[in-house]
């Protein structure tokens, strides 16, 4: 099985499949169009391919785990050639089985990013199956959870800002304007009330023209009396040095005067919101290819 293509993976572990019986987990995620589902684990190796059915006399082989629970048909749809489970039962196995809340918490996120499942109908999924191993840290993690995060780093940097630091829930990726709606920025997280952003940047950020634009970025945030925090890959192997930076940045912005606060989130009448799974899928087509664009590209 060719272990750098996880949509050749899915396709040789689906032609297993019984009767009764759907491709899930992040294989049926990424299937369906979750592109942050890549099928490797964080060092590198491919995750094997879950596969949920009733039947007892289907076994795991090379590259491919099978899951025998309850699968009623009415939660199995065929996509593109390819049976998977619904992407709600899909993301409910993978925050089931996850193997740490925060690991869940990105799947979450990820799932929502491509509009696959949203929060309410994950909740009600996972409220409608309280018995099954893995509910509590699925529930956890819903509760957890945003719908407008962009990236797995991003998810990984708020849980930093709530979980570790302490803080307040962030707003995630929400356009920040001046007094007279211009916008100024989207940071990929921001405290409402003092204006603290936090602001991931992988290596993409750190070369070329991208470094020079990024900085020109922080610098007009910083002009509208908003206080950004960067934070690097390297830096969140060490989580109590960004607590401390975000600690520092966080006493910054509240100590800047209300005179030097020139941004506001309060989005003019021509802005057209997409924070949510409900107003992304409500966006009329030639609005979803211009204004989403980006979340339909294979994640770098």
């Known amino acids: 099985m060719e272990a750098s293509i996880p949509e050749q993976r899915i396709v040789e572990a689906a032609a297993v499949l019984p009767e009764i019986g759907g491709v899930t987990g992040w294989a049926g995620l990424r299937w369906a169009g979750g592109v942050w589902f890549d099928g490797r684990a964080p060092d590198g190796r491919p995750r094997d391919v879950d596969l949920a059915t009733c039947y007892e006399d289907v076994r795991d082989r090379p590259g491919m785990q099978v899951c025998q629970e309850r699968l009623p048909p009415s939660e199995l749809v065929d996509h593109e050639g390819v049976r998977t489970t619904l992407p709600v039962r899909s993301l409910f196995f993978v925050?089931?089985?996850?193997?740490?809340?925060?690991?869940?918490?990105?799947?979450?996120?990820?799932?929502?990013?491509?509009?696959?499942?949203?929060?309410?109908?994950?909740?009600?999924?996972?409220?409608?199956?309280?018995?099954?191993?893995?509910?509590?840290?699925?529930?956890?993690?819903?509760?957890?959870?945003?719908?407008?995060?962009?990236?797995?780093?991003?998810?990984?940097?708020?849980?930093?800002?709530?979980?570790?630091?302490?803080?307040?829930?962030?707003?995630?990726?929400?356009?920040?304007?001046?007094?007279?709606?211009?916008?100024?920025?989207v940071p990929d997280l921001i405290d409402p009330e003092s204006g603290l952003c936090g602001e991931y940047d992988g290596a993409v950020h750190l070369v070329g023209p991208q470094r020079a634009r990024d900085l020109r970025r922080l610098?007009?945030?910083?002009?509208?009396?908003?206080?950004?925090?960067?934070?690097?890959?390297?830096?969140?192997?060490?989580?109590?040095?960004?607590?401390?930076?975000?600690?520092?940045?966080?006493?910054?912005?509240?100590?800047?005067?209300?005179?030097?606060?020139?941004?506001?989130?309060?989005?003019?009448?021509?802005?057209?919101?997409?924070?949510?799974?409900?107003?992304?899928?409500?966006?009329?087509?030639?609005?979803?290819a211009r204004l989403l664009a980006h979340r339909r590209r294979t994640a770098a």
């Open 95 to 185: 925050l089931r089985r996850a193997p740490d809340l925060r690991t869940a918490v990105i799947a979450a996120d990820m799932a929502a990013y491509s509009d696959l499942v949203s929060l309410d109908e994950a909740w009600t999924y996972a409220m409608a199956h309280p018995g099954w191993t893995g509910v509590p840290q699925a529930r956890q993690a819903l509760l957890l959870a945003a719908e407008n995060s962009w990236s797995p780093r991003e998810t990984a940097l708020r849980l930093v800002w709530t979980l570790d630091a302490g803080m307040d829930e962030p707003l995630c990726n929400c356009p920040v304007f001046d007094l007279a709606g211009r916008l100024i920025g």
């Open 219 to 288: 610098d007009h945030l910083r002009d509208h009396g908003l206080e950004p925090v960067v934070v690097l890959a390297d830096d969140m192997a060490d989580r109590e040095r960004v607590v401390r930076r975000l600690l520092a940045g966080d006493e910054r912005a509240r100590r800047t005067p209300a005179a030097e606060r020139r941004w506001t989130l309060d989005p003019p009448p021509w802005w057209k919101p997409t924070h949510t799974v409900a107003l992304r899928r409500a966006l009329a087509a030639e609005d979803a």
